[in-house]
């Protein structure tokens, strides 16, 4: 059984451009939840992916936008970077498309700096 | 939205003591999570729980559902424990959607 995996581990990206963060899914696992977590601050919710559809969405604007594929895998990703998109960027997969009944397996993260 | 509240934000404790991290929310919910983070790193799920008390190792984790309050303890903690500890609640009315607390940030000192 493999966990959950991130790529890439850390990204360097300017002011206005557009970057894709990917994530493979726990093995059986239809759920993905991708998360911002800003330096000190708990994560915070951005969108939830079940069976390839949004599920869910946090309170992020539409510039960031995620899919979903056949295999469960994910990518999140985000358009016209600014600086405060700084942060380490974790998805989460699980069974089911609910969170209060599986528990979530955590990627390692991508640490994306906009400069 | 469901309000978190973690106790202490810093801990620090000698290596061998007993650890206790506090965990209040505003809205009942049905299960709890508690993370771990190590510094720079992922995060790992320590434990899910919706009543009771779990056990895995030195770790115990507890929920009042009534008094809405969650504790995680580290009993004979070792410098290897030291990381964020985060919970985790189910945001209200949503089935998909944790909020967070600030975590704990614990150092064990050999």
């Known amino acids: 059984e493999t966990g959950v995996t991130q790529s890439p581990t850390h990204l360097i990206k300017t002011r206005g451009q557009q970057v894709t963060l990917r994530c493979s899914s726990q093995?059986?696992?239809?759920?993905v939840s991708w998360y911002q977590q800003a330096l000190g601050q708990g994560p915070q919710f951005i969108f939830q992916?079940?069976?390839?559809?949004?599920?869910g969405r946090g309170n992020f604007p539409p510039r960031f936008s995620g899919l979903q594929f056949p295999n469960y895998s994910s990518e999140l990703n985000v358009n016209a970077l600014e600086l405060d998109d700084s942060a380490l960027y974790l998805c989460?997969?699980?069974?089911?498309?609910?969170?209060?009944?599986?528990?979530?397996?955590f990627g390692p993260g991508t640490r994306l700096t906009v400069t | 939205k469901n309000e978190v509240e973690q106790s202490p934000q810093n801990l620090t404790a000698q290596e061998g003591e007993f650890i206790t991290i506090n965990c209040s929310y505003s809205?009942?919910?049905?299960?709890l999570h508690w993370l771990q983070q190590h510094p720079g790193g992922g995060i790992v799920s320590l434990f899910m729980?919706?009543?009771g008390k779990k056990k895995h190792g030195r770790l115990i984790a507890t929920i009042n559902i009534q008094e809405k309050h969650s504790s995680l303890h580290i009993t004979a903690s070792h410098p290897r424990d030291s990381a964020v500890y985060i919970c985790?609640?189910?945001?209200?009315?949503?089935?998909?959607?944790?909020?967070f607390g600030k975590g704990t940030l614990l150092t064990v000192n050999p």
């Open positions: 989460a997969s699980s069974l089911g498309g609910g969170t209060t009944r599986y528990e979530q397996y």
């Open positions: 093995s059986g696992h239809n759920t």
């Open positions: 985790a609640v189910p945001s209200g009315g949503s089935n998909y959607k944790l909020t």
């Open positions: 729980l919706s009543s």
């Open positions: 992916y079940y069976r390839e559809e949004e599920n």
């Open positions: 809205v009942g919910i049905s299960a």
